[in-house]
């Protein structure tokens, strides 16, 4: 690999991880309802506010050794992981599909499917903010993509329409209203081949860790769907087209 391209990933994986320190900040507020903005960022246990120093993403968690810089309380792994993962998945969100700036609407969806992954997995709520944020995705998508914007919107209903007949018809236990409007944003982002596909393997992913968790670690019945479907999301986006294309060659 050629130094320029190397030093290239560095610095995405950087920002990867500056943005995966904000996703920490919303994964832990929004749920309680807490300002993302105002509030300066603080010790959950002894209140201490950090310094500019103390915020340096991953490598501040790795030089304090997990730990308070003042209370020495130990710091949930939850920060390295949500920051380290960010950067790697926008690594190889570049790797996939090159870079450009549709490359660029992924990284930033891939960080949307993961902040409220942790929150829906958590809480059994998907919050409105986030779809929000990838509607917006979508509707830049589409404007960058506008000959093509009919499939983009049948992609906004494709699942989500079937998603809400399923709500309807068991009065909301079968289904969302989050993981409704979930679908619909990122149909509108993906189109409505990918979503479909993105559903289909988001429901088989959830069926068989689910099964598995119920078995292994008595897992209630009840499952938080929003994870599932962000990972058949990401699946679908970065390799979509080509597993389309494969399945497709069977019957040309």
Known sequence: MQPELIAFYIIIFLYGIIIGSFLNVCIYRIPKGESIVKVRSHCMACGYQLRWYDL????????????????????SLQYPIIEAANGLLYCLTFYVLGFTVYSGLVCLLVSALLALSVIDFRTF??????????????????????????????????VSGFFYVIYIATKGRGIGGGDIKLMAACGLFLGWRLIILAMVAGCIIGAVIHVARMRIAKADRVLAMGPYLSVGVFLAVLWGNNLLNWYLSFYV
């Open 56 to 75: 340096v993403p991953l490598f501040s968690y790795i030089a304090l050794r997990g730990r308070c810089r003042k209370c020495k309380a130990k710091l």
């Open 125 to 158: 709520e998907i919050p409105l903010g986030f779809n929000v944020f990838i509607l917006t995705l979508g509707l830049i998508h589409l404007a960058l993509d506008y000959p093509n914007w009919l499939q983009y919107v049948i992609g906004l209903v494709a």
